[in-house]
């Protein structure tokens, strides 16, 4: 059961059921349709790693005492690392190359660092990535999460399996010691399925996964306990050849017909028993046409490869999908010829000379020193390569992040005698970032207060308030909950209690800390997206939507719910401004502004857009918003359209600078650009 076909105690179908397990995985991520429960490819290698893993350890004679452990540990180092650090450092560096820092990537550095010490998947879990979202499948070491399940199983594993090397009792304590603990990670897989809610923190965490490596370890258990008991196979004539039969078609149905949400369980218990049934009934002979397809040779290929493969194919396909694409069959037929080729080179010049070779023979504990060494190593360097983003991507974004991110990071060089003081406040429900002058050469500057609340749209005009408060003077208070604008006009598709406490706990504050002539600025998306970052939508549906019925009513509800809910703050003489809807772009720029993923699908319809057709989709909202700010006393609508969109065609760029970062939210120049306008209407207010 070894990975060379020359060692003792090699099968060659256990290295055809990986090349089943790799390839479903690589096929389902290629194209979920192809095979719609590939995922659960994962699955079948846990049940292989806990079987193989236990098999091996149970021929060491040295197996014992920490002198066995650490060989243990030795041998898994000798496995896991050398390619992984390698595929890492790869990924690392063309990523720095390729991909800039946005939404979709801002995990993605620290997955990378983690998963040179087996720990991504809690950070993916603890992040909320969910596996099946678009975000996962734009971050290059998403697929590591299953080598840090297995690093920490492995961790754990000497602890229960060594009594089962001093034989005797010591054998059913080990099984009763791994029965217990796969027991207890299924009931606590079952229990998180039916308390619901918990579907990505349950596919990534070991706790939850445990049993599936567990369930590998006790069949080689009992099947090492009957064969010393009988001598005979588990199976043989009919019974061997229906148990075939039963077991692959588990497997082709979990393979088939697994779904999104529902793994480890309840449709990830099809691949394990699968796995575990091929793997009993060919655990002495692969005989039958089952075995004999296992054994064919390039399943055998494939199988000895699939390590290399599984590390290899995910970043390729990111690559791909962050440069050219990943849609179309020249596309993916490349990616496909790089996995094999980066997969091979790693699996020959890597694997087989370290986990093999004489050269590299050296002492347990020299292994394990290394293998930690080399994982803090590779930590630093990918944290290097992140900082030098700057000076070696090939990503305009990367090269020019004061362009394109509204972080305000430039201000201390072009306010050196003025200080910005910048807090982070705790409210009822969440948190509010405040913006004032400490010490400046210009003094304290007006006594104002600006309360800033939205979607991520008030985020994103991060800079432009940094400024103002410069300028100045005053304090900038900013509100802010991703997807959940004050005055949105375009409904919700569900209740979202979340949102309903944000605003309430917004305004509440805002009623709190405001006076007469404090002014309230309401930002938000109010017209449907063209292009979300990792997709494009149905521009002639966006702009059907907005002149149905069923939105015409959603708006009249919506102004009337604003108009109730900021009176109050209008009557007691805060000022309320409303901002129109800015141009929304049909591609996003930080996507799209490279010779290297210009061509990429989400780019087809380029990223301008006519300024006629921009004005019939934001009308309505136009509309709605003037409605509200004239029932309300003192509020007026401040327009960015005509600073950011001044001749026929709204362009994402302005003397070469992004206006924007992605399809609708604002860049650092587009703040710059919009500074003036809103300090004159701010200023008009306040006076």
């Known amino acids: 059961m070894q990975g060379h076909p020359k060692q003792e105690g090699y099968y060659p179908h256990v290295d055809g059921l990986r090349a089943i397990a790799v390839l479903a995985v690589i096929f389902y991520h290629l194209n979920p349709s192809w095979l719609a429960g590939g995922f659960t490819g994962v699955d079948v290698f846990f049940v292989i790693s806990g079987y193989v893993v236990s098999a091996s350890v149970a021929r060491s004679s040295s197996f ?18 050398p390619a992984l650090v390698v595929c890492l450092l790869v990924t690392g560096l063309l990523s720095t190359l390729f991909i800039p820092e946005s939404w979709l990537s801002e995990t993605s550095g620290k997955t990378g660092r983690m998963a040179f010490v087996g720990l991504s998947n809690w950070v993916l879990a603890g992040t909320g990535n969910d596996y099946f979202s678009p975000r996962s499948e734009f971050n290059p070491y998403t697929h590591t999460w299953s080598l840090g ?12 399996f060594m009594a089962w090397s001093k034989g005797g009792r010591g054998r059913g304590l080990s099984m009763l010691l791994f029965g217990l603990a796969t027991a207890g990670s299924l009931l606590f897989a079952i229990s998180r399925a039916l308390q619901g809610g918990q579907e990505i923190a349950s596919f990534y965490q070991t706790t939850t996964r445990f049993w599936q490596l567990g369930a590998g370890v006790l069949l080689f258990q009992m099947l090492d306990m009957r064969r010393h008991v009988t001598g005979e196979s588990l199976l043989t004539g009919p019974w061997s050849a ?26 990830g218990l099809w691949p394990v028993l699968g796995t575990l049934g091929l793997l009993a009934v060919l655990h002495r002979s692969a005989a039958g046409w089952v075995g004999r397809g296992l054994s064919a040779q390039p399943m055998l290929v494939i199988g000895r490869m699939s390590y290399s493969l599984y590390l290899w194919h995910w970043p390729v396909f990111v690559l791909f999908r962050w440069t050219v694409g990943l849609d179309s069959l020249l596309t993916g037929v490349l990616a496909l010829v790089c996995t094999a080729v980066l997969a091979w080179l790693s699996w020959r010049w890597v694997e087989q000379p370290l986990r093999f070779g004489r050269r590299w023979r050296g002492s347990d504990l020299r292994w394990v020193a290394a293998g930690v060494v080399l994982a803090l190593l590779g930590m630093a360097a990918q944290k290097q390569l992140e900082r030098a983003a700057k000076h070696i991507s090939l990503s305009t974004v990367s090269r ?10 430039s201000l201390k060089k072009e306010f050196p ?6 807090s982070r406040l705790s409210i009822t429900g969440g948190h509010v970032q405040q913006f004032e002058r400490g010490k400046c050469a210009a003094g304290k500057g007006a006594e104002w207060r600006l309360f800033v609340a939205g979607d991520s749209h008030a985020l994103a005009y991060g800079e432009m308030l940094r400024r103002v408060v410069l300028l100045d003077g ?25 949102c309903d406490a944000y ?11 405001a006076r007469a002539g404090d002014v309230l600025f309401l930002p938000g998306l109010r017209v449907p997206r063209l292009v979300e970052q990792y997709g494009l939508f149905d521009q002639q549906q966006a702009y059907a939507s907005v002149l149905s019925e069923a939105s015409a009513a959603q708006r009249a509800a919506d102004v009337q719910a604003a108009i109730i809910e900021l009176k109050p703050l209008a009557d007691r003489g805060v000022r309320i401004v409303l901002e129109a809807p800015k141009p929304v772009l049909a591609a996003p720029p930080f996507r799209c502004s ?19 057709r921009m004005e019939a989709l934001r009308a309505p909202a136009v509309t709605s918003l003037q409605q509200v700010a004239q029932a309300l006393p003192g509020a007026s609508v401040w327009d960015p359209l005509p600073v950011l969109c001044p001749g026929t065609t709204c362009q994402p760029e302005q003397a070469g600078k992004p206006l924007y970062f992605d399809g609708d939210h604002l860049s650092g120049h587009g703040n710059r650009v919009l500074l003036p306008s809103f300090r004159s209407h701010q200023a008009a207010e306040i006076r």
Request: aromatic share 12%; hydrophobic share 45%.
């Open 64 to 81: 014992g005492g920490w002198k066995g452990v650490l060989g243990f540990y030795a041998r898994r180092m000798r496995r896991i690392m």
């Open 149 to 160: 399940v297995e690093e920490q199983f492995y961790l754990l594993f000497p602890l229960l």
């Open 242 to 267: 229906l148990l075939q039969l039963g077991s692959a078609s588990m497997l082709a149905y979990g393979l088939w017909a697994a779904r999104p949400g529902h793994s480890p369980w309840i449709d």
């Open 400 to 409: 020019h992040p004061l362009d394109w991110y509204p972080y305000a990071k």
């Open 417 to 422: 005698d003025c200080e910005l003081v910048v």
């Open 474 to 498: 005053g304090q900038a208070r900013l509100y802010a909950s991703t997807g959940c604008a004050l005055v949105g006009l375009q409904g919700r598709q569900q209740a979202d209690p979340g």
């Open 503 to 513: 605003v309430h706990n917004t305004l509440a504050d805002v009623a709190a800390q």
């Open 594 to 612: 490279d010779a290297f993923n210009r061509s990429n699908p989400i780019c087809v319809n380029g990223m301008a857009v006519a300024r006629e």
